[in-house]
């Protein structure tokens, strides 16, 4: 069995296509853009990258994008004052803190302030609640990601077993949530769950969220299984590159010899995390304008 690969990037395409037309048709009927706010605080070198990608990827999908830069040192009340002028300012439909902050701030605090209906990343109380409890809300982007490119791949998940390994608050829990919503029979699984091995073979839906290289084995694996990867690791690089290769949580060569289909590392979820940013922020601006939209067609 070779696995059929599912093409994040690919799909990711497709779905910023969709937000570009529904950001054209929003803009025409309020008379602005959809707009989404990022801060970012210091000058981490992967931070600044992300920072740079979502911009772009905002104004190519026709959406205003607003960067807000504060020092390292800055404290934590000038980073809450701005969040308060973003929450109030008519312009913005989104507000994205780029994590992490630095040591000096309470991320929890900072996360708390974020509006839930500017909340596209979906990390506040309000909406993790919302989400818990079936409501309508905004779901952190990578996990609504993996659900999408499932969907796209299965179709009907309903009775399918899945298990999630990794129990973050941004990735791991919401994907459980997300999924025991589309009827599958969830285990959320971690580092200290007793035979690991055994726990991910009965899956028909395997989510790798632990952030450890390659740590998930062919053999973990349930034959035809399909394994979603959002693990990002840099590997040490070997002699004579002057960059360790990016691998995912699953061995990939060995897995894709048993699994049914597999995201690849790079090009699989990580593709998709920005494209639903994207997709969040056009529904927020249809939320806030009070204006109707199928965000289902999204």
Sequence with gaps: MVADIIDGKAFAGRLRERV??????????????????????????????YVAAKGKATIEAGMASFEHRLPADAPQGELLALVARLNADPAVD??????????????????AAIAPAKDVDGFTVENAGRLATGLPG???????GCLMLLKDRLGDLSGLEAVVIGRSNIVGKPMAQLLTQASCTVTLAHSRTRDLPAVVRRADIV?????????????????????????????????????????????????????????????????????VLLRNTAVAAYRNAGIALDENAL
Aim: aromatic share 4%.
């Design 20 to 49: 570009a037309t529904v950001a054209a048709r929003f803009e025409r009927a309020a008379g602005r853009k959809p707009g989404l706010a990022v801060v970012l605080v210091g000058e981490d070198a992967a931070s600044r990258v």
């Design 94 to 111: 989104g507000i994205l803190v780029q994590l992490p902050l630095p040591p000096q701030m309470d991320e929890a605090a900072v996360i």
């Design 138 to 144: 905004f779901v952190p982007c990578t996990p609504l």
């Design 207 to 275: 989510v790798a969220a632990v952030g450890r290289p390659e740590m998930i084995a062919a053999d973990w694996l349930k034959p035809g299984a399909t394994v979603i990867d959002v693990g990002i690791n840099r590997l040490p690089p070997a002699e004579g590159e002057s960059r360790g290769r990016l691998v995912g949580d699953v061995d990939f060569a060995g897995a894709s010899a048993v699994a049914g289909a597999i995201t690849p590392v790079p090009g699989g979820v990580g593709p998709m995390t920005i494209a």
